[in-house]
């Protein structure tokens, strides 16, 4: 079964930085977009950003300028690197990919198991 193995996370002051990372496990050949969603106690889950495999980019307004996603698709990971984090940037962070191929077929709609961020002020 492909799962989405997230890492990085954890605790940071406000203005620090933290870095994500999430790859499919399994045997995987192609992948399409690669995304970051995030929850916040109490709201609805948010993109965060997307990046497509030819690396189109997009992001929410809310991070643009702060937050980068990048990929290697030799490396079949996604990454997001979190530079002037605030306070309101406190969530779990999820890893999606819209569609994969692997050794027993195509897959879509996957998520990760999630990975929190606090970020105190």
């Known amino acids: 079964q492909v799962q989405l193995v997230e890492s990085g996370g954890g605790l940071v002051q406000a203005g620090g930085s933290l870095s994500l990372s999430c790859k499919p496990s399994?045997?995987?050949?192609?992948?399409?977009?690669m995304g970051w969603y995030r929850q916040a106690p109490g709201k609805q889950r948010e993109l965060v950003a997307t990046?497509?495999?030819?690396?189109?980019?997009a992001y929410a307004d809310s991070v643009k300028g702060r937050f980068t996603i990048s990929r290697d698709n030799a490396k079949k990971t996604v990454y997001l690197q979190m530079d002037s984090l605030k306070p309101e940037d406190t969530a779990v962070y999820y890893c999606t990919v819209d569609r994969l191929t692997t050794n027993r077929g195509p897959l879509e709609d996957l998520w990760g198991q999630g990975t929190q961020v606090t970020v105190s002020a």
């Open positions: 990046i497509g495999s030819s690396l189109s980019t």
């Open positions: 399994g045997i995987i050949f192609t992948i399409g977009v």
